[in-house]
C-alpha cells in the first residue's frame, strides 16, 4: 500500500493505516500469546494439568481476629472451605461439588441457589485458573489493554465464563503471573426490594508467588470488598499448599441432616 502526499498529512495518513492494520491482525493472538506465556509462568501446562488434588492452609487476618482457612479442591470443580475462628477448634465447612453448593448457619445445613452454585465451580471451584483453557471451558477472553496495579504495569483481560460470570484478570507485564483478579461476587442473601443477590465488588490482589512441586502459587492475597454500605478488607497469608494428596469425593458432600435439623 502507498500513501502519497506530503508533509503532515502524509504521515498521519500512513500511523492510521498502521493501526488499523495492528488492531484488526493481532487481538486474537495477542490474547493467545498472553495466556501462553502465563501457563509457562505457572509452571507449564504438563506441570499444571498433573495436580488433581489441593490442600491449602492460610491465615486470613480480618479486621477483628484471625481466622484459619483449610481449602480443599479436586477437579474438575469440587472445592470445600473449612474455616476456624482464633480461639475456636471446630471448624466450620462449606462446599461446591457436582450438584449443589452448602453451607452450615447455626449448625443447620443449608443448601443455596443453583445459581451460586454454578458461579461457584466457575469461579473458585476452577482448578487451574480463569485463563487456562478457556476455549474449552467456553469463557469469552478479551483484550483490554494495559492498566497499573500498584506501580506495575499489567495486561487487563475481560473473562466472561460460559454461565455469563465476568472477571477483570490483570497479568503483570514481566512475569505475566496474575497480579489481581477484580469482579461482582454473588452473596447468598437476596435483596428484599429487588428479589435478587446482592453483590459485592471484590479485589484480589496476588504476591509472593512461590514454587510448589513445580507450579507457581501466590502465598499472599489481599482483598478487598465494597457494596452494602461497607468495606472490608483481608490480608490472607498461606502456610502450605499440598497437591495430590488423598481426597475422597465424599468430603464435599453436604452432611447428613436430623430430623430435627440439628
Known sequence: MRVSGNGAGARLALTAVIGVLSAAGASAQTVDELVSK??????????LR???????TRTVATPFT?????IYKKRPDLIRWEQTPKGQTEAIPRA???????DLAQGKVMMRPDTLAVEGRETDGDFDGL?????????TVTLEGKAKVGTADAYKLKVTTKRGTVR?????ADTFLEAQI?????????DPRTKEHRFNDTTLVFS????????????????ERTGGGITQSFATFTDKIELNVPIDDSLFAAPPQSPTGK
Open 208 to 223: 509472593d508467588y512461590r514454587d510448589v512441586n513445580g507450579v507457581k502459587f501466590p502465598f499472599a492475597i489481599d482483598e
Open 168 to 172: 477483570d484478570v490483570y497479568l503483570d
Open 182 to 190: 477484580v469482579g461482582k461476587v454473588r452473596l447468598p442473601a437476596i
Open 96 to 102: 461446591i461439588n457436582a450438584t449443589g453448593a452448602w
Open 50 to 56: 498433573a495436580v488433581s488434588t489441593m490442600k491449602i
Open 66 to 70: 484471625n481466622v484459619q482457612v483449610v
Open 38 to 47: 502465563h501457563v509457562a509462568a505457572r509452571g507449564g501446562y504438563e506441570k
Open 131 to 139: 485463563l487456562i483453557d478457556w476455549q474449552k471451558k467456553g469463557h
